[in-house]
């Protein structure tokens, strides 16, 4: 099973991952402009599994690039509030 078959897998995916950059040190610039990188890369290459997905990638392909960055950053935000809930 991809982590992309379950929105809950991906955040999950994306919250280890996070947890792993800012334990090397990566700081928050970097860490957001390599989550807009991996959206580009998504919405571009990988087809939706699920609604979340779709939703997303329509959000994503609709955005200015600025727009994208907030997408980016909020996808950000909702992973490090996971563990928080």
Known sequence: M???DNFD???G????KLQQAQQQGMN???ISNMAE???DYLAQNVEAKNGEEAVLREL???ASEE?????AN???KMVQNQGNN
């Open 2 to 4: 991809s982590v992309l």
């Open 37 to 39: 990188e991996v959206g």
């Open 74 to 76: 909020t996808m950000i």
């Open 67 to 71: 727009e994208q960055q907030a997408i």
């Open 13 to 16: 995916f994306l919250a280890d």
């Open 60 to 62: 994503w392909n609709a």
């Open 9 to 11: 897998s991906w955040k």
């Open 28 to 30: 928050q610039q970097t």
